[in-house]
């Protein structure tokens, strides 16, 4: 069997564009004292579609690592005046943790790569350098931090719908609170309860219950998730939703329209197994409230909200 030129090229062609586009979205800083030879090296990166910036020294390096959040790889020089590649690697991995290094050691001396790797580099190469290898190193690097991410993303999301879970929820809850506070505005925390889910499980069974999950987790992303608000599935048929600058009013308000749409949007679906509705309840997180505090509020507001009939907000 022979294959087809088109059948070879068509994957590889995918390969090829889809690398390009990682490269894209990978922003790696290239520092060394050298004009000539941070350029050749950047532009050779440049050709290989990542984006590129550049530094002179270790301290423009840092200030750039500041003001550039997405620079995920440094490639850096040894010997600079300034600031030396280890001393740069040691500063990095103290302010920048997630920030990969690779460090560029001169084959002359060849403690350097040891040196730049226990100051905290993870990589390196001895100049002068084989073109491919230094691509090579680089492309591993890169493909370990999306890799990284991969697992991030994982153990911040709830499989079934997508959504945040709880753990997010309680890691990325603790700061937007904390920034709400520092700029004076007010925060509410809202948790959401669908209404007789057990009878709708036991009607149409577990495939049905987890269409219905997944219909209204839909729908919360669609209302709930604008600006900075913070949405999680916290388990089961229970979700979370945090409103930085909202107060009490507001957020009774918000978490009204986000029943209201549910409720309209499963009737509208024709659909019996998908027709639901569902309970929130509502608190306002004081200045001195901790966010466990405050969320066991909501909780007993939502179990009123239950009491006085369900399809309701209560605080
Ligand atoms: P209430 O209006 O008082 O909230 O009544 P309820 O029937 O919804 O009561 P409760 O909140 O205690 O019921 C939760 C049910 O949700 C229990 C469980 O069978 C179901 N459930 C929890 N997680 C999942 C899931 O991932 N998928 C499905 N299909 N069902 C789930
Ligand atoms: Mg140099
Ligand atoms: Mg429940
Ligand atoms: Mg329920």
Redesign the pocket.
Known sequence: YVLKDNELALPNLVGTVKRALDNRNTRILVVDDTRTTRKVLARMLAIQQYAVVEAGSGQEALAMLDANPDIQLVVSDYYMPDMDGFELARRIRRLHPKVRLLGISSSTDRKTSAGFLKAGAHDFVSRPFVLEELQCRIASNVETLAQLKQLQDLAARDF?TGLFNRRHFFENGRRLVDEARAMGVPVSIAIL???????L?DRHG?DG??KA?MAVARSLSASAERGFNLLARFG??EFAILFPGADLDEAVRLCDGIRETIARESQALGDEALALTV?LGVAEIGPDDELDASLNRADRALYSA?QKG?NRVDT
Do not use: P, Q
């Open positions: 079934l309860d669908i209404d007789h889910f057990k009878r499980n577990h219950g987890d999950l089961g048929e309970s239950k369900r």
